[in-house]
Nanobody
Framework: VQLQASGGGLVQAGGSLRLSCAAS????????MGWFRQAPGKEREFVAA????????RVADSVRGRLTISRDSSKNIGYLQMNSLKLEDTAVYYC????????????????WGQGTQVTVSS
């Protein structure tokens, strides 16, 4: 499985960004995709996860209501829509995928994409 994250950038507080994660290398039925982030000096943090069917989602309390995970299974792309961005959302964001939801949520996914930097300015 190969994952390619993109869409990061510099945005003002209160603004929006949409991250994408293009997946390839297999059929993804039964798989789960997730997003993590890591801010400077902090541990990697779970953000959200979704089943490839779209029927199951998990979202961290810290971002619920502002960050939304989705996927386009026809294009093998996962998305993280980020609205009302805050300074504390500044981090490198990573996408991950695995056949096990718990593995994704707990950061033990078998596949990871490279990170994409999100910087929120005041």
């Amino acid at each position: 499985v190969q994952l390619q994250a993109s869409g990061g950038g510099l945005v003002q507080a209160g603004g929006s960004l949409r991250l994408s994660c293009a997946a390839s290398g297999r059929t993804f039925g039964g798989y789960f995709m997730g997003w993590f982030r890591q801010a400077p000096g902090k541990e990697r943090e779970f953000v959200a996860a979704i089943s490839w069917s779209g029927g199951v989602t998990r979202v961290a309390d810290s971002v619920r209501g502002r960050l939304t995970i989705s996927r386009d299974s026809s294009k093998n792309i996962g998305y993280l829509q980020m609205n009302s961005l805050k300074l504390e959302d500044t981090a490198v964001y990573y996408c991950a995928a695995d056949s096990n939801l718990d593995a994704v949520v707990n950061g033990r996914s078998g596949s990871w994409g490279q990170g994409t930097q999100v910087t929120v300015s005041s």
